[in-house]
T-cell receptor, first 119, second 114 residues
Framework: AQTVTQSQPEMSVQEAETVTLSCTYD???????LFWYKQPPSRQMILVIR??????QNATENRFSVNFQKAAKSFSLKISDSQLGDAAMYFC????????????????FGTGTLLAVQP | NAGVTQTPKFQVLKTGQSMTLQCAQD?????MSWYRQDPGMGLRLIHY???????DQGEVPNGYNVSRSTTEDFPLRLLSAAPSQTSVYFC?????????????FGDGTRLSIL
């Protein structure tokens, strides 16, 4: 079975600084996707960034980027120029690809990292 | 755009009562899912559906029933509420066209069982 581990329950960063959130996963599958979701106090689940396992290039979305190390099964999120609005719970999630058949709408989540941004 | 709509947003029940959490999406998505979120445990999959008339169990299905009679709706039923079902419940939907498509989440239902 696939598992996702986020070993940092809480992190803190100063406004305008850079912070990296860690995520590791365990799988024997070769076709999968990885996601980072943000959950602010409003409770909404907001997609931040996604990475396809077959793509070696790290995904980037504005101030958010990932460091995808497939062999190490590591998928960290880097937030540059942190803003007060980045304060939230961040979840790493795994989703299997189509290669193995069956339903692919099942997300496996880590336990989350609560990010505080200090002004 | 309405997206994924969950009702109610908050609910308090007594042990043994039954209720249905509603979920509706207007994006014509094939896939729909229910998750529960508990402190320190992330989100865990309860049930999911890949299309109308097709449902299956996720990681934590006990105590919950689902049905999918239409593409738009995917209600979650608690048959006999227990305090262990106190949680925040999220409904999500996504297109079936590729596993990389993001899931769209509703705003959640906070459920307390006394």
């Amino acid at each position: 079975a696939q598992t996702v581990t986020q070993s940092q329950p809480e992190m803190s960063v100063q406004e305008a600084e850079t912070v990296t959130l860690s995520c590791t996963y365990d799988t024997s599958e070769s076709d999968y996707y990885l996601f980072w979701y943000k959950q602010p106090p409003s409770r909404q689940m907001i997609l931040v960034i996604r990475q396809e396992a077959y793509k070696q290039q790290n995904a980037t979305e504005n101030r958010f980027s990932v460091n995808f190390q497939k062999a190490a099964k590591s998928f960290s999120l880097k937030i540059s120029d942190s803003q007060l609005g980045d304060a939230a719970m961040y979840f790493c999630a795994y989703r299997r690809g189509l290669l193995y058949g069956g339903a692919t709408n099942k997300l496996i989540f880590g336990t989350g990292t609560l990010l505080a941004v200090q002004p | 755009n309405a997206g994924v709509t969950q009702t109610p947003k908050f609910q308090v029940l007594k042990t043994g009562q039954s209720m249905t959490l509603q979920c509706a999406q207007d994006m014509n998505h094939e896939y729909m899912s229910w998750y529960r979120q508990d402190p320190g445990m992330g989100l865990r999959l309860i049930h999911y559906s890949v299309g109308a008339g097709i449902t299956d169990q996720g990681e934590v299905p006990n105590g919950y029933n689902v049905s999918r009679s239409t593409t738009e709706d995917f209600p979650l039923r608690l048959l006999s509420a227990a305090p262990s079902q106190t949680s925040v419940y999220f409904c999500a939907s996504s297109t079936g066209q590729g596993a990389g498509q993001p899931q769209h989440f509703g705003d959640g239902t906070r459920l307390s069982i006394l």
